[in-house]
T-cell receptor, first 114, second 113 residues
Framework: DTGVSQDPRHKITKRGQNVTFRCDPI?????LYWYRQTLGQGPEFLTY????????KSRLLSDRFSAERPKGSFSTLEIQRTEQGDSAMYLC????????????FGQGTRLTVV | QKEVEQNSGPLSVPEGAIASLNCTYS??????FFWYRQYSGKSPELIMS????GDKEDGRFTAQLNKASQYVSLLIRDSQPSDSATYLC?????????????FGGGTRVLVKP
């Protein structure tokens, strides 16, 4: 198992464009998380999936953000009409079922909106 | 009050010394506690997990948990320059709607040779 995989690693986009990121979790991990991190801050929670169900979504997340996990395996995060404030590292993590289980992060996707 | 509080640092320690990092959290429903290490420009890497009150040792790292005080700490013994990084504390509460990890802002550690 190669761990959590994110694609692309870097994305530069113009303001107003839509972008989509992909996350492939560790196989058989049914839980998947998206976080956003800006310089000097800790990761900020965006949304959480258990299998294909989106169970939790941050109230801070605007309607321009949407995430899916259609078959309970990989997930996509889409940002519509990007703004400069969306520039950040987008992190995906996965963990297996169970109470005391560990979550592992992918390498992240660094988004720059110009 | 922030959900998870950490001293932002930098915490400067000489090589070979012990680095002591602290974290307090507000959610009494937190059941699992994790420490991640993050190098500049990289993603967080899990280094310790602790679920019960007391100490847990793994190599040069020791995590300490006190649920009554809502406090978790990380000790790094025999600090090395390669330990220079930001350390993130992340409690996790299990609820019907989800079980996200909530991160503190991190403590930056600088180990000086």
């Amino acid at each position: 198992d190669t761990g959590v995989s994110q694609d692309p690693r870097h994305k530069i986009t113009k303001r107003g464009q839509n972008v989509t990121f992909r996350c492939d979790p560790i196989s058989e991990h049914n839980r998947l998380y998206w976080y956003r991190q800006t310089l000097g801050q800790g990761p900020e929670f965006l949304t959480y999936f258990q299998n294909e169900a989106q169970l939790e979504k941050s109230r801070l997340l605007s309607d321009r953000f949407s995430a899916e996990r259609p078959k309970g395996s990989f997930s996509t995060l889409e940002i519509q009409r990007t703004e400069q404030g969306d520039s950040a590292m987008y992190l995906c993590a996965s963990s297996p079922r169970g109470v005391n289980t560990e979550a592992f992060f992918g390498q992240g996707t660094r988004l720059t909106v110009v | 009050q922030k959900e998870v509080e950490q001293n932002s640092g930098p915490l400067s320690v000489p090589e070979g010394a012990i680095a002591s990092l602290n974290c307090t959290y507000s959610d009494r429903g937190s059941q699992s506690f994790f420490w991640y290490r993050q190098y500049s420009g990289k993603s967080p890497e899990l280094i310790m997990s602790i679920y019960s009150n007391g100490d847990k040792e793994d190599g040069r790292f020791t995590a300490q948990l006190n649920k009554a005080s809502q406090y978790v700490s990380l000790l790094i013994r025999d600090s090395q320059p390669s330990d220079s990084a930001t350390y993130l504390c992340a409690p996790r509460a299990f609820k019907a709607a989800g079980n996200k990890l909530t991160f503190g802002g991190g403590t930056r550690v600088l180990v000086k040779p």
